[in-house]
Nanobody
Framework: QVQLVESGGGSVQTGGSLKLSCVHS????????MGWYRQAPGKERELVST???????TYVDSVQGRFTISRDNAKNTLYLQMNDLKTEDTAVYYC???????????????????WGQGTQVTVSS
């Protein structure tokens, strides 16, 4: 059984930093990559960043230059370093693992996704 467990969320002031971690266990069938999503109150879940098996990285424009995604395969851990946080970054952040028999170039459109339970990030001014 695949499990994704996020940690590292919290409350910070604008300009602060947080580092999220996502430890995954269990065997992911046909893995394509991993990513981070977020969902703010009253809004739809938004893709924040992805990293493919080959190491290709994407970011949503609003976090480009401030957030850094990385992974440590030896530790089965995905990270999201978040710097210069803004109030609009406030959301629940979810880790996701993407799976497909044939991995798409855009890994987030993989037909199968595994989700973590989410971790709250609150940024106040």
């Amino acid at each position: 059984q695949v499990q994704l467990v996020e940690s590292g969320g919290g409350s910070v002031q604008t300009g602060g930093s947080l580092k999220l971690s996502c430890v995954h266990s269990g065997r992911i069938f046909a893995p394509c990559g991993m990513g981070w999503y977020r969902q703010a109150p009253g809004k739809e879940r938004e893709l924040v960043s992805t990293i493919s098996n080959a190491g290709t990285i994407t970011y949503v424009d609003s976090v480009q230059g401030r957030f850094t995604i990385s992974r440590d395969n030896a530790k089965n851990t995905l990270y999201l370093q978040m710097n210069d946080l803004k109030t609009e970054d406030t959301a629940v952040y979810y880790c996701a693992a993407f799976s497909a028999l044939s991995c798409p170039r855009v890994v987030s459109i993989s037909p199968y996704k595994y989700w973590g339970q989410g971790t709250q990030v609150t940024v106040s001014s």
